[in-house]
């Protein structure tokens, strides 16, 4: 085997202290935190102390633990869990799990039991799923690591890594990780994170609007289309080119034109003109690989491939795609790839779809190619970064995730939101979808609208369609309404870009993905039940509308729980009383996202849809409870020199104290503009200019102010579908009663329409 390149190569710390292992002859019970165990046994006697894809770290520290033996056999107590085990072969009756504290029914864990869901318990809420393909509204969901039940258990049957590279198992061994967190799922992630490594930080750029398509551009049309883009003010930060980019049209002697390596001239005459030219524009660029097939004789880099392979070039005979081969992998990258990144290509797009099995038994060969791109991709200081598909827990060490060819239906987006969420229960947070759907499907310029929106509140923001003429993203192919309402999200999202970049190195830090399930920031029942509705960072939550509007109201709606507390408006600044669940509705033009009270979220200006440290930061503040916001910033290298500059809302004062920036001041502008926006008080926004170096104190007068109901509802009654009878009606109700209750008792005197109750019903009792 050749020796791996150092930048191939990660570090573990796989061995526990052996103060938190009690060990028997065929057992192993390994405590690697209160609540976290590894279980083993062995009929050889023999244990498995090497790394593993999914297991890094087992060296988490000293957990204080007790046992105790009696006829019955062992028992181990951490303070949080207690294990009863009878020292013989893994059995329901022999290995039991209790938690303490006394979580509730169907707490306690014994092998090989799997919890069967009831309308009082669910069981594991899921975790998430290799690939979307084919897929048409829900699918199946692998387990993660929350669950009602209070514990989770994940099976590592991965090959142990050797030196960078796998070696096989020791057969027969059974290896086990139990995760008992109850309702705590943000520390059952962050413990995993502790044991599988965290999720890396994504560079910037990543975090803009990417642009994809499958179809067969030329250079000058890929071009034509970005020039359209910027005279549209609509941003991208990320150019992907599909399949078409190498060529496709081969002599059937080679087989057909699915895997390539070699640019298409007749498409692309000058690929690093091409490139430099993309670059120029902002634009990072990716380009979409099936290496399924290897490398066959007409690639532009065969010879020098088999040269170094030692297969002999004039017999034409095809280098092998062998994940398996540490001198093929080595080779590959270096005759193969690298040579295209030295013209300008920024990463690579795994579209592996050729099965699952190689040479290694049990070794999965989409696990191996992310594994390595992700790591070749952060060789001489580069942030590293790939996009593939998920292959298993650990996953989430390699982002970008590519979650497969969505169906453009409603069905699917309505399950997408829940499929992100659910993803952070396995740890896995940064998953990128195709935005308005790949194929098949319909057209429907409402659901693609709602599908942007959702984008722009997605971990990654990729618009992608088929190859197909009438199944395109560009905005200006839909109705006026539709048009607008995207232009809007996309360049909202790179607005963003601040606040986005912030959450994602809170996520590599402190172990907490971008996008949560609500029950993550509110553990009780009722949260379950918002299934769509998610957090997105520490500030915000996002309720989708997946549904089409209602044709009488012109609303989307949706129902989500609220945590408890006071949340506003993103956009309108109406205010509600959270500890409940509430009907949301909005227009195309609008979208349900609420902040916390006392959130600041940093956004650029509305003139600067770049993606790297802005010259001007707009501050959007919700008052009504303090706020302490600290901004990432950094230089997007590997090893990054960072600077943060932190935001402390005062609500009794009426104060925002910008403190001085902290860090690398040289990576900011000597002095920032900022505006601020402050959602609850009766204030003009504020425009200042401060000092890297010196900060300020900002005192924003007015009083707070009350959601104007009357204003809103005479907003919902001009757009409403119905009869002007009806529209009368109810607003001589408005102006007649001036309690909430009383409003409430004379419309439902009416038999209103369903949808138009409901909507009535938001706004009377938003703030009550």
């Not at 028992?75 to 869990?81: C, D």
């Not at 551009?217 to 549209?232: C, I, P, T």
């Not at 080595?330 to 797009?349: K, Q």
């Not at 940064?430 to 194929?439: A, E, N």
Request: hydrophobic content about 40%.
């Amino acid at each position: 085997m050749a020796d791996l390149p150092e930048y191939l190569t990660i570090e573990t710390s796989p061995v526990a202290p052996v103060a938190n292992q009690v060990v028997g002859d065929h057992y192993r019970i390994t405590v690697l935190t209160p609540r976290m165990l590894r279980l083993e046994y062995s009929p050889t006697g023999r244990f498995e102390d090497r790394a593993t894809p999914f297991a890094l770290h087992r060296d988490l520290g000293p957990v204080d633990l007790r046992v105790t033996r009696d006829a019955a056999g062992l028992h181990l107590f951490t303070g949080a869990l207690v294990v009863d085990y009878d020292e013989g072969p893994f059995s329901a009756s022999g290995l039991l799990v209790r938690q303490a504290g006394g979580l509730g029914y169907h707490s306690d864990w014994r092998y090989g039991v799997r919890f069967q869901a009831d309308k009082w318990q669910q069981g594991n809420l899921g975790g998430t799923a290799r690939t979307l393909d084919g897929v048409d509204g829900p699918l199946p969901l692998e387990d993660g690591l929350v669950s009602t039940t209070g514990y989770a258990v994940l099976e590592d049957t991965t090959l142990p890594l050797v030196d960078g590279w796998v070696a096989p198992r020791i057969e027969g061994n059974t290896d086990l990780y139990y995760f008992g967190y109850g309702k705590d799922a943000p520390a059952a992630v962050r413990d995993f994170y502790r044991l599988t490594g965290p999720q890396p930080l994504l560079p910037r750029w990543a975090l803009g609007n990417w642009w994809s398509r499958y179809y067969a551009y030329s250079a000058s049309e890929y071009q034509e289309l970005v020039e359209r883009f910027e005279a549209e003010r609509l941003p991208f930060s990320v150019a992907v080119v599909d399949m078409d980019w190498h060529w496709v049209d081969v002599d059937p002697r080679f087989g057909h034109g699915w895997t390539g390596f070699s640019w298409n001239t007749d498409l692309f005459p000058d690929p690093p003109a091409f490139l430099a030219w993309l670059h120029s524009h902002g634009l990072r660029t990716s380009l979409n690989l099936h290496p399924a097939d290897g490398v066959r004789a007409y690639e532009d880099r065969y010879a020098a491939l088999a040269r170094r392979l030692g297969v002999d070039a004039e017999t034409g005979e095809a280098v092998n795609f062998d994940i398996t081969d540490p001198d093929f992998l080595v080779a590959y990258f270096n005759e193969v790839l690298h040579p295209l990144e030295d013209e300008g290509v920024d990463f690579w797009w795994l579209d592996w779809q050729q099965g699952s099995h190689t040479r290694i038994p049990g070794l999965d060969p989409l696990w191996m190619l992310n594994h390595f791109h992700f790591l070749d991709s952060g060789r001489d200081g580069k942030r590293p970064i790939t996009f593939s598909r998920y292959a298993g827990p650990g996953s989430h060490r390699y982002p970008v995730g590519f979650s497969g060819d969505t169906i453009s239906t409603w069905a699917s987006l309505d399950f997408q939101p829940y499929f992100t969420a659910t993803a952070a229960n396995i740890g896995y947070g940064w998953w990128s979808h195709d935005i308005g759907g790949h194929c098949f499907g319909y057209r429907d310029d409402e659901m693609v609208a709602r599908w942007f929106q959702l984008g722009a509140f997605s971990p990654i923001n990729r618009l992608h369609s088929t190859d197909d003429l009438f199944a395109g993203k560009e905005p200006w192919k839909y109705s006026a309404d539709a048009r607008t309402a995207m232009g809007d999200a996309l360049q909202l999202r790179h607005r963003m870009v601040p606040y986005l970049y912030t959450m994602a190195e809170r996520a590599h830090r402190l172990g907490e993905p971008l996008v949560r399930p609500l029950y993550w920031l509110d553990p009780r029942p009722e949260a379950l039940a918002a299934r769509t509705s998610f957090g997105f960072g520490s500030e915000l939550l996002v309720a989708p509308i997946t549904t089409p509007a209602d044709r009488q109201t012109l609303l989307g709606q949706v129902s989500t729980w609220l945590p408890a507390g006071e949340w506003v408006d993103f956009f309108t600044g109406v205010r509600y009383t959270g500890g409940r669940t509430v009907q949301l509705h909005r227009p195309l033009s609008g979208y349900p996202v609420l902040a916390r009270a006392g959130a600041i979220v940093p956004l650029t200006w509305p003139d600067e849809f770049g993606t790297g440290n802005p010259e001007a930061i707009e501050l959007h503040l919700f008052a009504g409870a303090d706020g302490d916001f600290t901004l990432y910033e950094d230089d997007d290298a590997a090893e990054p020199r960072t600077v943060t500059t932190r935001f402390r809302w005062s609500q009794a004062d009426r104060a925002l104290r910008i403190e001085p920036a902290e860090g690398a001041l040289d990576l900011l502008p000597a002095q920032r503009r900022y505006r601020i926006l402050v959602r609850g008080l009766q204030a003009d926004p504020v425009e200042v200019t401060v000092a890297t170096a010196d900060g300020a104190r900002v005192v924003v007068d007015g009083p707070r102010v009350a959601n104007q109901v009357e204003s809103l509802v005479f907003g919902l009654l001009s757009a409403a579908q119905v009869e002007y009878e009806t529209k009368g009606a109810i607003w001589r109700v408005i102006e007649q009663e001036t309690t909430p209750a009383r409003r409430i008792a004379a419309l439902q005197a009416m038999d209103l329409p369903p949808s138009l109750s409901s909507a009535l019903l938001e706004l009377l009792l938003a703030d009550a």
